[in-house]
């Protein structure tokens, strides 16, 4: 996809809100397709961290490192994440926050 189809960014915001984890999780995955363009989510995928589904909160964590620095209001959450029950969340988090560094201006990125 790409910067492209950041005009779909508003819909998949609204999909966000789908009761059906797989449509959720696939509008997740599409934001994360769009990238950085797409960082009026950030703020939903935040609260999806904390989504009781586990491919939710994955899903979250993943889309998010695909934002870089435009994922720096979900550092809080995604720090809360590194112990999360599930192992592969957790380490989805600890990616997405190495590429947030890695994105920030000035950041030391041999850390």
């Known amino acids: 996809m790409g910067p492209s189809a950041s ?10 809100s789908d009761p059906y984890t797989n449509a959720h999780v696939a509008a997740i995955r599409a934001l994360a397709r769009i990238g950085p363009d ?7 995928l935040t609260v999806d961290l904390r989504a009781h589904d586990e491919s939710i909160r994955l899903a979250a964590a993943e889309a998010l490192g695909a934002f870089g620095a435009g994922a720096t209001p979900a550092v ?10 599930d192992p ?3 380490q989805a988090a600890a990616g ?7 994105d ?6 041999r850390r």
Request: glycine content about 4%.
């Open 7 to 16: 005009k779909a960014v508003p819909a998949l915001v609204g999909a966000l």
């Open 104 to 109: 920030v201006p000035g950041s030391d990125r």
């Open 88 to 90: 592969r969340v957790r």
């Open 76 to 85: 809080r959450e995604l720090t809360a994440a590194l112990r999360d029950k």
């Open 96 to 102: 997405a926050l190495q590429k947030i560094r890695a």
């Open 38 to 44: 797409a960082h009026p989510a950030v703020e939903h």
